[in-house]
């Protein structure tokens, strides 16, 4: 668990987005995030439970997580935080390669694609780009998780995509050495001086 990392809500229902880390020297299959509400009176208001959207975490790899509770931000003192990881993972499913083609900011020119259109109203960030397996074997539904980070290190947002084929439809399965495009849609430009942190895997 990365504390620096954490977004948390202003307002409204609880939420929270940052990173954790797998701190240990074995790939995990998963990391999951336990985030313990407490009031101002040490009470606990809720427990929640999260589990990474990146799967095969490798060691020292961070990785994302975001949660909402329906617990009022503002009755929240302060939270415990702690992290743990599942069995043992498969290295192979993360042998993908991500190679970004372009980025539309918001409302900037309409896009016009085989994975997406524009249509009325905010024209949403994209951000497009090709996955290939590069790993001895093809690895099962492809996807592209992608985070970004502000300049003081703390995560703003998540978004992920599919990884598609020509017809534009979802990859059930990319072969060893093919490739195929991912259209990651976000609702916001990505932070000023910030980073963009992009994961591929498979399962």
């Not at 990365?2 to 998963?30: H, I, K, Y």
């Not at 009176?41 to 909402?68: H, I, K, M, N």
């Not at 947002?157 to 195929?180: C, I, T």
């Amino acid at each position: 668990m990365l504390p620096d990392s954490v977004q948390l809500s202003a307002g409204g229902a609880f939420s929270a987005s940052g990173l954790a880390r797998n701190e240990g020297t074995e790939v995990l299959c998963t990391l999951s995030v336990t985030a313990r509400l407490v009031d101002g009176a040490g009470a606990e208001l809720d427990e929640v439970t999260v589990t990474s959207p990146v799967r095969d975490v490798r060691p020292g790899e961070p990785v994302p997580f975001t949660f909402t509770s329906p617990v009022a931000a503002s009755t929240v003192h302060h939270v415990e935080w702690s992290a743990t990881g599942g069995a043992t993972g498969d290295e192979a499913t993360r042998a993908l390669s991500w190679t970004p083609f372009w980025e539309r900011p918001v409302d900037g020119d309409p896009v016009a694609l085989y994975l997406y259109r524009d249509g009325a109203g905010r024209r949403p960030h994209l951000l497009f780009g090709s996955v290939a397996a590069v790993g001895g074997a093809g690895v099962d539904r492809p996807e592209v998780v992608v985070g970004q980070v502000s300049a003081d290190g703390r995560l703003v947002s998540l978004a992920s995509a599919s990884v598609s084929g020509p017809d534009g439809s979802p990859l059930a399965h990319l072969d060893a050495g093919a490739a195929g495009d991912a259209l990651v849609v976000g609702s916001d430009d990505p932070p000023a001086d910030g980073e963009t942190m992009v994961w591929v895997q498979g399962s």
